[in-house]
């Protein structure tokens, strides 16, 4: 479809990738739709080649679509990043907790990455999907010992947050006869703010994760004495959706400084993880770095940091995880009903809402959304995007332009690949959306929708409760 000026700028296209992109690829953590997203003859959206409309016919909605083309464009380019600018050994890690099923974590580990797990349903899906146990990594604050055995016993790195879990670890260790050291990671806390939410900001000293900075000279020690328990490298993490490269450049320095004292302990370390962060393009106001520049500035501080120190490179690593998937993936709702508050506001209800996206009403995140089903016609009205469910703060879009909608209409907002199915809830006992997996005109369920039969799955009814005839 030929699109005009004036309907790029003040309709849905607006928020089209560039048509005739320069050579250089599109960075996919600035876009607000899939690199694939474009608008065909019946001025509908079609994303990896599929029409959403027909895709919402197909499967209903709320719909999760996930770009294959986009996701797999976003490994390449942190692959081909770090090949650029780090000359030592590199590994990235899938940080699953930003959407964790068997598709996505094949699809990321076909393209050499490892996975991030902070759960023993994380780590049981990345194994279930083929992920090689050696690139897998358990996180967590609070790792129950049933985890920790389920990780060693696989092979996996245990990527250690505090003394109980190093206590755990070493009783786990005693078990093991003639089995090698447990390789670990040691999560450390490097006291770097962000500005960025205080919920998702985890590097700075008064946060739940990482041990503190004070206590490393206890913490190296007790390992430098044990046998069953291997330190390979050390591990930060600063937080998420961050536009700032300073901070991760900062973080370099610190991390280095801390592998000098683990060396004269007589740790064995040769990596350095310094988790991921970098942000994406939520609204058009964003403008967070391409991967290339995180990468590129993150890679060098390191060399920087290892070259004054007279330190080898070490394997570096890092854990992206919005950056990846957030901006492969849309959600297309079914518009309902209407709701006019004279001089105040129009409101127009969705099939789904914070059971699908909790984080509007959680960390007051904006989105931006588009009328799939008419792309081109011009916005005429500005309304409140309500969800269905029974609590006031269910909002999924305040204020946004639109064309005049109608009942049945196909409204998809942007960028819900990350913390958005990961996050779903059945409140109000609504069954979770299907997933689809879309790629050159070809969509393949990747997560099938919730019936009425799943919520009450797992309910159980004492006889003494049920009811005669």
């Known amino acids: 479809m030929l699109l005009t000026e004036q309907s790029l700028q003040n309709s849905s296209c607006q928020y089209l990738p560039p048509q005739n992109p320069a050579q250089k690829p599109l960075s996919t953590n600035q876009q607000l739709l899939p690199l694939t997203a474009r608008v065909n003859d019946r001025d509908c959206l079609e994303i990896g080649g599929c029409d959403v409309s027909a895709l919402v016919e197909q499967f209903g909605s709320p719909l999760y679509i996930l770009d294959e083309y986009t996701l797999r464009s976003a490994c390449r380019q942190y692959q081909e990043a770090f090949a650029q600018f780090y000359p030592g050994e590199s590994q990235i890690i899938y940080a699953s907790k930003a959407w964790n099923c068997l598709a996505v974590c094949a699809i990321v580990a076909s393209e050499g990455f490892g996975c991030d797990v902070v759960s023993g349903g994380e780590l049981y899906t990345a194994l279930k999907a083929g992920i090689d146990p050696k690139h897998i990594y358990l996180h967590g604050n609070n790792k129950s010992r049933d985890e920790l055995q389920l990780a060693i016993e696989n092979g996996c790195t245990v990527i250690v947050d505090n003394h109980l879990e190093l206590e755990l670890l070493v009783d786990l260790a005693k078990t093991r006869s003639n089995a090698p050291p447990i390789q670990i990671l040691l999560r450390l806390t490097p006291g770097i703010e962000c500005h960025t939410h205080e919920y998702i900001r985890t590097g700075h000293l008064d946060s739940k994760f990482g041990f503190d ?15 069953g328990i291997e330190c390979i490298g050390l591990h930060a993490h600063i937080g998420s959706q961050i536009f700032e490269r300073q901070p991760h450049q900062d973080l370099a320095g610190v991390l280095v ?6 060396v004269s302990y007589g740790l064995p370390i040769q990596v350095l993880n310094i988790g991921g962060g970098l942000g994406i393009r939520y609204t058009e106001s964003d403008d967070p770095p391409t991967i290339e520049e995180w990468v590129k500035a993150a890679c060098q501080a390191v060399v920087q940091a290892c070259e004054a120190k007279g330190l080898p490179l070490p394997k570096l ?8 998937i957030a901006s492969a993936c849309v959600t297309a709702y079914t518009i309902g009903s209407r709701k006019v508050v004279p001089d105040i506001r129009t409101y127009i209800a969705v099939d789904g809402g914070m059971s699908d996206n909790p984080r509007p009403i959680t960390y007051q995140s904006l989105y931006r959304a588009i009328l799939a089903n008419r792309m081109s016609e011009p916005f005429q009205e500005t ?4 969800g269905k469910h029974c609590e006031s703060g269910d909002i999924v879009i305040e204020n946004i332009s639109l064309p005049t909608t109608n009942p049945g209409d196909i409204l998809v907002v942007l960028a819900t690949g990350a913390y958005n199915y990961s996050m779903a809830s059945n409140y109000n006992r609504l069954p979770r959306p299907a997933a689809i997996l879309v790629h050159e005109g070809e969509a393949s369920l990747i997560l099938e929708r919730e019936t009425y039969e799943d919520l009450i799955r797992q309910d159980r009814l004492p006889a003494r409760l049920m009811q005669n005839g």
């Open 383 to 386: 309304v409140t995007v309500a």
């Open 257 to 262: 400084d801390w592998w000098q004292k683990a």
């Open 317 to 324: 690593m890092a854990e992206p995880g919005r950056s990846l």
């Open 213 to 227: 900075p004070n206590q490393l000279n206890d913490v190296f020690s007790f390992l430098s004495q044990q046998s």
